[in-house]
């Protein structure tokens, strides 16, 4: 099975990096491959200590639902499918914006993407900046 490269978490963190620096943010991001195993971490200067537990937690969360952890917190709707989860986590679960599953080129998770230093709608921006192709 795929799993991320060193290589590739570095390159997803660096746009992170220059995302948060765009939007004048400091930010912590960590990067689990699909066992949730940490394969890159990156806390910029002046961003809170709290934010490095934060970046696992979103990450984590991201790979175990393989969705991102915005849509997680979202509320229900009426005529619209629920999210089906394949895994259950019993700990360390985080819903609010920053986390992002990493799939390959085929569609298979290879792991999971937290960043954390600002609100959730800003840490989900660069989340997301981060991962763009």
Not at 93 to 109: I, T
């Amino acid at each position: 099975m795929p799993d991320i490269t060193l290589d590739d978490a570095q390159r997803i963190v660096a746009r992170g990096r220059a995302a948060a620096e765009a939007a004048g943010m400091k930010a912590v991001f960590a990067v689990l491959d699909k066992g949730a195993n940490l394969v890159a971490f990156s806390r910029m200067d002046g961003a809170l200590l709290a934010s490095n537990e934060l970046a696992i937690a979103k990450a984590r969360t991201s790979v175990m639902f393989q969705a991102p952890t915005e849509a997680l917190n979202a509320p229900l709707e009426v005529g619209k499918p629920v999210l089906h989860f394949d895994h259950i986590h019993s700990g360390g679960l985080l819903l609010v914006g920053g986390g992002v599953p990493l799939f390959d080129d085929d569609g298979v998770l290879i792991g999971g993407l937290g960043a954390s230093g600002g609100m959730p709608e800003q840490d989900a921006a660069i989340a997301r900046a981060a991962v763009a192709k």
